[in-house]
């Protein structure tokens, strides 16, 4: 399995980042992808990269920092690039979830917030195609939006991603699907029970070259670990969901879920 999304430079995992990773490994998670959500969990996210092999990292500026996202910023994220093992620009997006208590006080005093977020998404987005690197996005509450900008680069097919930790409708998947980009899901879909609720029928029609797995460790950990710190070694259960979802067998989904973050990743 290829965990697609992780913060394992996060504080959380000070204390015993070695056994977490080493727990990964022995859960079969051959891969994992670190992603940066600041400047500074940018650089975390490298400096793990370069201390272990399966390590992977992506660099961005999640859309609560996006008062931060200026042209030294994006220079250091260009730098940063330059790692032989940053795969991916990330996270980056519109998050539209209590956006007034979110962000700072000084960016809402200077822009409005949603036109602040929408501009550093463009301007991460402008990164990716210069660097020729697919984008992780985030999208909360907002995925009208980050379409619309997706969309104003549909006629170059140089922007690739994934749309991390999917919950939108089914149209919004479609949407994505069209633009070429992939769906990926977190522990977050084992809370539900009933099993006609939207985010299955979303799954269901994922087609098998489109899906990825991640934690977005230390949040969101899947039930039987629901409430507790998660890490990687749990992408399992998310794994597990989805197979039975789309009724494969957890081998096929946990080698086509590989094949498909290899492909998008390089790795
Ligand atoms: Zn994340």
Do not use: W
């Not at 992977?56 to 996202?69: E, F, I, M, T």
């Not at 980050?146 to 680069?153: A, D, H, K, Q, R």
């Not at 977190?186 to 098998?208: M, R, S």
């Amino acid at each position: 399995m290829i965990d697609t999304h992780a913060h394992l430079d996060f504080k959380e995992f000070d204390e015993d980042r070695k056994k977490v990773i080493r727990r990964a490994c022995e859960a079969g998670v051959k891969k994992i992808i670190n992603v940066g959500c600041s400047p500074e969990h940018s650089q975390g996210a490298v400096d793990l990269a370069q201390s272990y092999d399966q390590i992977y990292a992506a660099v961005g500026v999640h859309p609560h920092d996006a008062s931060r996202v200026n042209n030294e910023i994006l220079n250091d994220l260009r730098k940063l690039a330059q790692n032989k093992k940053v795969v991916a620009i990330g996270e980056i997006g519109l998050d539209y979830y209590r956006i007034d208590a979110d962000l700072t006080l000084t960016a809402r005093i200077h822009a409005d917030p949603k036109e602040l977020q929408k501009s550093s998404f463009l301007k991460q987005l402008n990164l990716a195609k210069e660097l020729k690197l697919p984008v992780i996005i985030h999208c909360r509450d907002a995925y009208g939006d980050v379409l619309e900008i997706l969309n104003s680069f549909s006629g170059d097919k140089s922007i690739l991603g994934v749309t991390h930790c999917f919950s939108g409708s089914r149209k919004f998947a479609k949407q994505f699907l069209n633009l070429g980009l992939y769906l990926s899901f977190t522990g977050a879909i084992t809370y539900t029970k009933n099993p006609d609720a939207e985010i299955f029928q979303v799954i269901k029609e994922v087609p098998l070259d489109k899906i990825m797995i991640e934690t977005d460790c230390p949040y969101l950990a899947p039930i039987p670990h629901r409430g507790k710190r998660n890490e990687p070694a749990y992408v399992k259960f998310v794994a597990e969901k989805i197979a039975e979802v789309k009724e494969i067998t957890f081998k096929d989904m946990e080698k086509v879920t590989s094949e498909n973050a290899e492909r998008l990743f390089k790795i």
